[in-house]
């Protein structure tokens, strides 16, 4: 049996970042959870402190003197991170904060790609609070977008729906668009007695935009009830999340062989059956041989074995234990959708 070492694994979410420190055996020595560290929405400085804080942690859990190392290998993945620049603007930032001898620093949905498939040849969907899609084949070529938001063409994710509903309640209340029982759910939501009140709450900074992403699980209720508004919602968001995939896998040549469709984030993890037979059905027009895989383990099981990966050191039975041990972190996870 070789040495064991040890991986710092990081998924920085929307909402969450969780922080494990395990082994090559696949044991979970610390893990620890703190706010959102996208750098994208919160920029470098606030990414940095949330990961120095988390590392803080584990450092006075594990008695490690400091400047000793935490790890051999990080394994650091992030939402939001897209762009060349911001790679240039973080790396050489966590790399001089010595967490591991060596290191690895990439988006966040990559984590999910892992946690989902150890196929070369797969494509990875998060939908959470927005919607991201990678991809990979056999060749070693990847598939990413720029993930941006609506500046780069993107729609979907529980906040597009929050936002969607909204914006359909507020024209359905004063006139300007058709009936739909969103109207007196997203009202009853905000506890307040029309949707007129909610979006003067929401401009007066009484209510936080990012709560309209809990209205993500209200859409899906109301068109599983047959509400024509909230189902065309749903649709168009399993329409967008097929694209993606759909994109992905022509760009990497994969409409012709066995394929993982990896999916990930609060939204997807609700099995929503009309957002998964649109989204299913729709991906395999395009490749009938896509096998649909839906994550509930939480995404830093992929950045830990990714980074067991990187040390040549994946064992048969290390991922089972890795899964068991790391779910409580989904405790109470469900469909609360207030970030990935």
Sequence with gaps: MGVTRRILAVDGGG???????ADTDGRILVQVRGPSSQPQTHGLATTLRVLDDLTARIRR???????????????????????PQEFEAIEPEVRSRNWAHEMTLDNDTFA????????????AVVCGTGINCVGRNVAGEHSRFLALGEISGDWGGGGELGTGALWY??????GRGRPTALTAAVAAHFRRPDVRQVSIALQLGEIDRD???ELAPVVLT??????????GLVDRLADEMALMATV??????????????????????????????RLTDTVRTANSQVRTIVVD????????????????????????RLVQALTPLMAGAGLAIAGE
């Design 248 to 277: 992905s896998l022509r760009r990497l040549g994969l409409l012709d062989r066995p394929v993982d469709l990896v999916l990930g984030g609060g939204v997807a993890r609700s099995r929503d059956p009309r957002l998964m037979t």
């Design 222 to 231: 109301l068109a599983e009830a047959g509400d024509e508004i909230a189902g």
């Design 61 to 83: 859990e594990t008695n490690l003197e400091p400047g000793v190392p935490l790890a051999d290998f990080a394994s650091v993945y992030l939402a939001g991170l897209d762009l």
């Design 112 to 123: 999910l790609l892992r946690a989902g498939s150890q196929s070369q040849d797969a494509v």
């Design 15 to 21: 909402s969450k970042t969780d922080m494990v420190l």
């Design 211 to 213: 709560e309209l992403n």
């Design 169 to 174: 309640a507020a024209r359905a209340e004063d």
């Design 297 to 320: 383990a939480p995404p830093v099981l992929g950045a830990v074995v990714l980074g067991l990966d990187a040390l040549g050191a994946t064992a048969a039975d290390a991922e089972s």
